[in-house]
């Protein structure tokens, strides 16, 4: 067979593969036991590593706020001791 021959054979959708041996099909392996270690602990290996952050001002005193208990939400102690008993709605 020529090398031009063998290059046209190659796009021959008439000509199937032979078997391949000593093929294993795929096999799943049982996950479970990986899940804690994929999960890991959500992104607090992140705050570890970053630094905290920098204080916003107050939009009111214009004072640095700090953050609370949930750690997304930023404090202000003095304007909140004074809203404290106040109806905002």
Do not use: K
């Not at 939009?59 to 004074?82: I, K, S, T």
């Amino acid at each position: 067979m020529t090398a031009q021959a063998a290059e046209l054979a190659l796009f021959d959708a008439d000509i199937a593969p032979g078997p391949m041996p000593g093929a294993v099909g795929y096999q799943a392996a049982d996950t479970a036991a990986y899940g804690s270690a994929l999960a890991g602990d959500g992104y607090g290996w992140l705050g570890r590593l970053l630094p905290a952050p920098v204080a916003l001002p107050c939009p009111r005193c214009r004072r640095p706020m700090r953050l609370g208990a949930v750690r997304l939400l930023w404090e202000c102690a003095p304007c909140d001791a004074r809203d404290e008993g106040r109806n905002h709605t």
